[in-house]
C-alpha cells in the first residue's frame, strides 16, 4: 500500500502542476485513497470473518482425522518421513479473541511408526531391537521413549496474521529438553455433522521446523538432517458441556 500512496502523491503533484483548477478533484482523490487505506488495514486479531462462526469452547483432537509426522532429509537425496499414530491434544478456542486461545499437544514417542520393509533383524543382528520402529521409539539415540515417555508442546502465544492463517508459538520438550518453536498455522474451516449433534468440528493445518541437535539428538549427523519439519494436518471436537465443566472444576 506505500508504493500504492507513493504513486497517488507522486501522480497528483503532476496534475497540479499542468492544471491548477484540478485541486478539488485530487483532494477528493487522495481522501478517496486513504478511506480505502484505512478499510483494508483492518484488525486481524479480531475474532472476524470465518473464524467468528466458530463456538468459544474446548475443543480435542479427533483421532481417526488427524496425523502428526516429522521429516528429515536422508543423505541429502530424499526425504525420510516418520508418522505418530498416537498423540493428543486440546484447544481452548475463544471465537472473539483468537490471541486469547491456547494449546496443549501430547505425543507418545512410542508411536513412531516408519516403512521399513527389510529384513530388520537379519541386517541389525547386535541391535537389541526386534523392529527398525522397536529402535526408533526405544534407542537412547533417537526417541529414548523408556526415558523420555512423552513429547510436549505447550502454547505461550497465539497471532492472528489473516483471515484464516496465523502463529502460535510455545514450549517444546524432547528428550527432557526444552526450547521455543512457532507453528504456522491454517484455520481450514468448521463443520457439524450428524454423529456429532450439534458440536463444531474445526480443522487445522501447522507446520513448524527446528534442528533436532537443539534438544541434544546428533545421532547420525551428516547422513540424517540436524533439521526437522513437523508437520499436522487434522480436526477437532467441541467438547460437550459436561466435559467442559469437569476440566474447568478439575474433577
Not at 150 to 178: A, C, K, P, Y
Request: proline share 4%; glycine share 8%; charged share 20%.
Amino acid at each position: 500500500m506505500k508504493l500504492t500512496t507513493t504513486f497517488l502523491a507522486a501522480s497528483s503533484l503532476l496534475v497540479l502542476a499542468a492544471c491548477s483548477g484540478a485541486e478539488t478533484d485530487t483532494s477528493s482523490a487522495a481522501e478517496t485513497e486513504t478511506t480505502e487505506t484505512a478499510e483494508t488495514e483492518t484488525d486481524v486479531s479480531a475474532g472476524d470473518g470465518v473464524l467468528a462462526e466458530v463456538a468459544t469452547a474446548t475443543y480435542s483432537i479427533e483421532p481417526t482425522h488427524a496425523f502428526l509426522t516429522a521429516t528429515v532429509m536422508h543423505n541429502g537425496l530424499s526425504e525420510y518421513t516418520l508418522s505418530f499414530t498416537n498423540f493428543d491434544g486440546t484447544l481452548d478456542f475463544n471465537a472473539a479473541d483468537p490471541a486469547s486461545s491456547s494449546l496443549d499437544f501430547t505425543i507418545d514417542p512410542s508411536s513412531v511408526w516408519v516403512n521399513f520393509p527389510g529384513d530388520y533383524e537379519a541386517g541389525h543382528p547386535d541391535s537389541p531391537h526386534d523392529s527398525w520402529t522397536d529402535a526408533l521409539a526405544q534407542d537412547e539415540g533417537f526417541m529414548n521413549a523408556g526415558t523420555y515417555p512423552e513429547i510436549t508442546f505447550t502454547s505461550t502465544e497465539v497471532t492472528r496474521t489473516g483471515d484464516t492463517t496465523g502463529t502460535v508459538t510455545g514450549d517444546l520438550t524432547f528428550l527432557g529438553q526444552t526450547q521455543p518453536v512457532t507453528l504456522d498455522v491454517t484455520f481450514n474451516g468448521v463443520a457439524n455433522v450428524p454423529w456429532f449433534g450439534v458440536r463444531d468440528i474445526i480443522g487445522f493445518d501447522a507446520v513448524t521446523r527446528s534442528n533436532r541437535s537443539a534438544f541434544g539428538q546428533d545421532t547420525l549427523q551428516g547422513m540424517i538432517s540436524d533439521e526437522v519439519v513437523v508437520e499436522f494436518s487434522g480436526e477437532f471436537l467441541q467438547q460437550e458441556a459436561a466435559e467442559t465443566d469437569t476440566a474447568t472444576d478439575g474433577n
